[in-house]
């Protein structure tokens, strides 16, 4: 069982009474959630934990009165596939070429609630 415990800017994931994860995430515009990370243990992750933990988090944002969740991975990273499965969809991109903080472009996705 899949369990979110509240922390001051996100939750512990707790899977069977154990500490299996974290999800963080801030106010975006003062008016939208950003997940801004959802890191499970490597013995606790494609077991369908994240994907519950992440219905969970979405309930709470929209028993808190949001209307939708932000959030971005790089392209070059697996996790979006992860988010497109569970109900995100594109949304922009933010390229930081030839630039001090460059790296391959940040996609972000939106799911409302």
């Known amino acids: 069982m899949v369990e979110l415990i509240k922390m001051q800017n996100g939750y512990k994931i707790f899977f069977d009474g154990i500490e299996a994860g974290l999800i963080e995430?801030?106010?975006?515009?003062?008016?939208?959630?950003?997940?801004?990370?959802?890191?499970?243990?490597?013995?606790?992750?494609?077991?369908?934990?994240?994907?519950?933990?992440?219905?969970?988090?979405?309930?709470?944002?929209?028993?808190?009165?949001?209307?939708?969740?932000?959030?971005?991975?790089r392209v070059d990273e697996e996790a979006q596939f992860f988010y497109r499965k569970i109900g995100y969809r594109e949304c922009g991109s933010l390229i930081l070429e030839d630039t001090p903080l460059s790296q391959p472009m940040e996609m972000f996705f939106i799911k409302t609630l």
């Not at 997940?35 to 013995?43: D, R, V």
């Open 25 to 73: 995430y801030k106010d975006f515009w003062k008016s939208m959630p950003y997940l801004s990370l959802i890191k499970l243990l490597p013995g606790f992750r494609r077991k369908g934990i994240g994907k519950e933990a992440m219905r969970l988090f979405e309930s709470e944002m929209k028993r808190a009165g949001n209307k939708a969740i932000l959030l971005s991975t």
